[in-house]
Nanobody, 126 residues
Framework: VQLQASGGGLVQFGGSLRLSCTAS??????????MGWFRQAPGKEREWVAS????????HYKDSVKGRFTISRDNAKNTLYLQMNSLKPEDTGVYYC??????????????????WGRGTQVTVSS
């Protein structure tokens, strides 16, 4: 299973970015799997940001990103998205897309994750 994240970059306070994560792999059916986004700020542990179920109709968010971030997916394109608006310096970090070990389980911690994307850097300047 390969998860390739992209879309990160440098943005000013209040700006927006959209992250994408494309999944591939013979043994992985993206359209049947819950997915998630995590991030790791410098000097801190990786933390969960958002998760979505296989169909896209159930979404959960970390409290600090609610109302600003939107997770979505396009199963026809095997792609997961994270639209990030009203970005703050504390959103800075490496963002990872993640697939759970059990496809029905929306990932909320590292323990739920079987596959990680390489990560994409997001930097928000003040």
């Amino acid at each position: 299973v390969q998860l390739q994240a992209s879309g990160g970059g440098l943005v000013q306070f209040g700006g927006s970015l959209r992250l994408s994560c494309t999944a591939s792999g013979r043994t992985f059916t993206f359209g049947r799997s819950a997915m998630g986004w995590f991030r790791q700020a410098p000097g801190k542990e990786r933390e969960w940001v958002a998760s979505v179920n296989w169909s896209g109709d159930t979404k959960h968010y970390k409290d600090s990103v609610k109302g600003r971030f939107t997770i979505s997916r396009d199963n026809a394109k095997n792609t997961l998205y994270l639209q990030m608006n009203s970005l703050k310096p504390e959103d800075t970090g490496v963002y990872y897309c993640a697939a759970p070990g059990y496809v029905d389980i929306m990932p909320y911690s590292d323990f739920d994750v079987a596959y990680w994307g390489r990560g994409t850097q997001v930097t928000v300047s003040s």
